[in-house]
């Protein structure tokens, strides 16, 4: 199946939930810059604002972000 996505969305990231500030039919991955259409996005981190395509790569974010706090 392809997805034919066409226009880019803006959203604002909140605690469970996110807001539309531009519509569009997909948002990209802060890490992978893969493509996700709105009704698929899952992950996210509301601090730093980024989205991620699947709970791997949220993870592998994570932990790139928590290793330096010891």
Not at 31 to 48: A, G, P, Q, R
Request: charged residues 30%; aromatic residues 10%; contains cysteine.
């Amino acid at each position: 199946m392809t997805n034919s996505f066409t226009t880019k969305a803006e959203i604002r990231l909140h605690h469970g939930q996110f807001q539309i500030i531009k519509s569009g039919d997909y948002v990209e991955c802060s890490i992978t810059k893969e493509k996700i259409s709105l009704d698929n996005l899952k992950y996210w981190n509301v601090d730093l604002q980024e989205i991620y395509a699947n709970p791997k790569v949220a993870l592998r974010r994570y932990k790139e972000i928590n290793e330096n706090k010891d």
